[in-house]
């Protein structure tokens, strides 16, 4: 039997235990914002900027019809993008990011989505996190770590840093993880937090690492 000495052990010990054990009990974490290209991926994480996944794949297959290119957002009326993004929130603000975006990927990367950490986050409305999250998920690069809300609450949660800022997360984790496993990783956590460690009120008796987590911050 596995006791509270585990929730001791140094966060890299627990790392390695920690992602086998979210491996067994998640085998199919996944990205779960819907997408068929790497543009969709793109435009439909730009969208989840605090709005969830759900809403946003309700929004999507009506926007990614009316838009099939990164030439179609450009050139495109702003106030339909307005309209078929509403409900995602900030809808000004994410037109424009999105208009503006395409027009830099028809002028610098023939309207195609780039591959690489910097030239993603040279784009309007591309911060690290989606860029990321493209690369891990289109491309199948580990440049980086998505950290969002709930790979930064568990972070924190499970005693892996104390760090509050994403790119102090992202940092921490990335040393104590494989890099091969910096993409699954976040879905991971994703899953959990969303499943079980949830912000309010997390369901701990029934967790499936809680012999490793310190549950800091709860309670």
């Not at 709930?150 to 494989?178: A, C, W, Y």
């Amino acid at each position: 039997m596995i006791g509270n000495s585990t929730k001791l052990l140094p966060a890299r010990q627990r790392a390695v235990l920690l992602l086998a054990l979210l491996k067994n009990h998640y085998p199919d974490a996944h990205c779960e914002l819907n997408y068929s290209s790497p543009l969709e991926l793109l435009i439909a994480t730009i969208l989840s900027a605090q709005c969830t996944d759900i809403r946003v794949n309700l929004v999507t297959p009506k926007l990614f019809a009316a838009f099939p290119d990164a030439e179609a957002y450009a050139t495109g009326d702003l106030k339909k993008i307005e309209k078929l993004i509403h409900s995602t929130g900030f809808y000004h603000n994410k037109a424009k990011n999105i208009q503006d975006c395409c027009r830099l990927l028809l002028e610098r990367h023939r309207g195609q989505v780039p591959r690489t950490l910097q030239e993603l986050t040279a784009l309007a409305g591309v911060g690290r996190k989606t860029a990321n999250v493209v690369l891990g998920n289109i491309f199948e690069v580990n440049e980086g770590l998505v950290v969002d809300t709930h790979v930064s609450r568990l972070s924190q949660r499970l005693g892996l840093t104390r760090k509050k800022d994403p790119i102090n997360i992202e940092r921490v984790l990335m040393s104590l993880f494989p890099q091969e496993e910096w993409t699954l990783l976040a879905h991971l956590l994703i899953w959990h937090g969303r499943r079980r460690c949830t912000a309010r009120n997390p369901d701990c008796k029934n967790c499936e690492v809680q012999h490793l987590c310190p549950q800091i911050g709860i309670g």
